[in-house]
């Protein structure tokens, strides 16, 4: 029974494209490209870090981000010299910068400009007075007594 929860629990660990070719001796290093790694976007998996994609660009962005590491880049610059390469669509958090502020500020502009039309709406519909129906004339109550009957 303990073998086979365990082999489940291997079968159900998440499994990294991280191929073992391309991890590095030292593991510091390697640490340090795990977490850059996690920041960056496979341009071709769209909403998957390069860490989890099968994908060969994927691979030759780890391989680039461990190639830069031992060259002695910090993190940071090892993250700038892929987007100067691969442009900011690389990141998966993009900075709220530039034309990104837009990205990043639409969605709570468009919540508070919706809750404010919306309270808006229902201020003018409580101080809409409510109209009064009124009766019908005997002209136009027989009227209707006629159309009724045909």
Known sequence: MKRLILALCLIAAPVLAVQP???????????RAREISKELRCLVCRNENIDDSNAELARDLRLL??????????DVEVVNYIVDRYGEYVLLNPTARGANWVLWAAGPIMLIT?????????????????????????????????????
Do not use: N
């Not at 070719?21 to 640490?31: C, G, K, R």
């Not at 981000?65 to 910090?74: F, P």
């Not at 808006?120 to 027989?142: F, G, N, W």
């Open 21 to 31: 070719d391309e991890i590095l001796d030292d593991p510091v290093l390697e640490s």
């Open 65 to 74: 981000v461990r190639e830069r590491l031992t060259a002695g880049d910090s």
């Open 114 to 150: 919706g809750l404010g039309l919306g309270f808006i709406y229902l201020r003018r519909r409580q101080a809409t007075p409510e109209q009064k129906i009124e009766e019908l004339s005997d002209v136009e109550k027989a009227r209707l007594a006629e159309i009724m009957d045909d």
